[in-house]
């Protein structure tokens, strides 16, 4: 009898078949993987933008720190294309990959209170919003200082066009004033 | 005869399993030990953009209790202050492709992977803000997420919006070059510097403590400037980041020629900041031949008269 009328085409068609499967799914989820963004709605890189053209993009919405958003096979240099829900809407546009990672962030202090590690540097990571009101109850110095970049803060905002205070600020009209900025400076090619 | 042949191997065998079921575990142990080290490790070493931009408020707050910051208080201060963040921004969107590889920026700093990579990754949490310090001393500071202080000093020193712009990109590079968490890591892993200022300002225990005092640690080693290689480092993704911005590549020769000109003039105290930075001269020829090496071409768009008139009218507007 012929080799080949031995041998089990049904199970290798079989196998063939489900690495097929295998494979497809494989794609799908690279296609679609999730990643969260690292950086505040107040940085002008949560603008998610129509094309990577620096000059010629617009804004298509805006990103808040730490949402989740959905991965397009597509990069341009620096950039990816990505599928976010903003404002209960779908949209797809374009962000700087750096801004975006694996994991969601996760906001809290990562050693305990006495040092897990046992000494003072290892407690940088875990610096949040509730470890800066800390310091300036314990030190009336730290406070003063911390007050005169809060109120920087609030006054470059007021300056850029956007309020620093503002839970989710729009922060195209900051990238539009960028881009006036070296047009009226003739820096544009 | 047979049956205690076999006895003596099962014997042996048994011997040999645990003996290998000790090393094994011991191994294991070793290896459960050495993975939570470096777990531990990059949990400590890796910050978060809102964790960096905590600590660049912390380290900021010192900053300014040294040199206060100049009151946002009238339409001048206003102009000025704007002037300088729509610039420095611009300039960080324009420079976007800009390589951050220590090897392509001239070999000057060491990185291994993991640093380097955390270059790459490094994004700030709220982009960058820039102040201005209230003093006639030529002091600059760029702190972890994104805050860049630059003295009055150190604008009213160049004489040009491109000059200003290479002074810029300059001190932006050791924020997006990551040079004040490396010396961190590398300096203030093991402890916090004790000093008078954070003795003052901290004196209880605990992590609010802690991260009180690592704040003003890491502010009064700023001071003293970064290290000569990050300064060189610099001086390149700063000439690189102008050419990408339009900007002349020249004007960082220009204003480290400024700089040489002030260190002559007024004969820089071995405490100052531009003390800490190295020789002058070794830098102005190291950026010249960048320029020359990779070419780097003036944009004849930015350089017309009328281009470069439009760019120092503004710049006078705002500081002269």
């Known amino acids: 009898m012929q080799w080949w009328k031995k041998f089990p085409w049904q199970r290798l068609l ?11 799914v494989a794609m799908t989820q690279v296609r679609g993987d999730k990643m969260y963004v690292k950086v505040d709605s107040s940085s002008p890189d949560a603008v998610v933008q129509s094309s990577t053209d620096f000059f010629d993009s617009k804004p298509v919405g805006k990103l808040v720190s730490n949402q989740p958003v959905e991965m397009l096979d597509e990069t341009d240099g620096e950039f990816v294309k990505i599928r976010a829900t903003v404002d209960g809407k779908e949209v797809e546009g374009w962000v700087k990959k750096i801004i975006l990672q694996k994991k969601p962030l996760e906001n809290k202090p990562r050693v305990s209170e006495s040092g897990a590690v046992e000494n003072a540097s290892f407690a940088a990571p875990g610096f949040n919003e509730e470890l800066e009101n800390g310091m300036r109850a314990d030190s009336p110095e730290m406070a003063t200082a911390l007050k005169r970049i809060d109120d920087f803060e609030v006054k470059r905002g007021k300056l850029l066009g956007f309020d620093a205070k503002a839970e989710e600020p729009d922060m195209a009209p900051v990238l539009q004033r960028y881009r006036d900025f070296a047009a009226a400076g003739q820096l544009k090619d | 005869m047979k049956t205690n042949t076999l006895n003596l191997w099962f014997t042996r065998f048994l011997a040999l399993a645990a003996v290998c079921t000790l090393v094994g575990c011991s191994l294991f142990n070793k290896v459960v030990e050495s993975i939570s080290a470096i777990e531990k490790a990059q949990l400590v070493d890796k910050y978060e953009p809102s964790e960096q931009y905590y600590l660049g408020r912390g380290v900021s707050a010192v900053i300014l209790d040294r040199y206060p910051p100049i009151e946002i208080k009238n339409a001048q201060t206003e102009r000025q202050v704007a002037y300088l963040n729509d610039m420095a921004g611009y300039i960080e969107r324009a420079s976007q492709s800009v390589t951050r590889s220590a090897l392509r920026l001239g070999d000057h700093t060491e990185r291994d992977h993991d640093q380097q990579q955390q270059v790459y990754d490094l994004a700030l949490y709220k982009g960058v803000q820039v102040g201005i310090l209230d003093t006639e001393d030529v002091a600059a500071h760029g702190t972890p997420g994104g805050f860049l202080w630059l003295s009055y000093g150190a604008i009213k020193m160049c004489e040009s919006e491109d000059e200003l712009a290479a002074v810029v990109a300059h001190e932006m590079s050791h924020i997006i070059l990551d ?16 000093s008078t200022l954070s003795d003052t300002w901290f004196s209880g225990s605990g992590a609010v403590s802690n991260f009180g005092r690592l704040c003003v640690t890491y502010a009064e080693d700023a001071f003293n400037g970064y290290n000569p290689e990050q300064e060189f480092e610099s001086d390149n993704w700063g000439t690189r980041a102008l050419t990408a911005s339009g900007y002349d590549p020249n004007a960082m020769v220009a204003v480290l020629k400024r700089v ?3 260190e002559k003039a007024h004969d820089v105290d071995p405490k100052d900041y531009l003390a800490h930075h190295p020789p002058i001269t070794e830098r102005i020829k190291t950026v010249q031949e960048l320029i020359k090496s990779e070419g780097f071409k003036v944009n004849p768009a930015s350089q017309k008269p009328e281009a470069v008139k439009a760019r120092n009218d503004r710049f006078t507007a705002a500081f002269k």
């Open chain 1, 14 to 24: 079989a196998l063939l078949v489900v690495l097929a499967v295998v494979l497809a």
């Open chain 2, 179 to 194: 040079h004040g968490m490396a010396n961190y890591r590398i300096a203030y892993k093991s402890e916090v510097r004790n």
């Open chain 2, 260 to 262: 040489e000109a002030y």
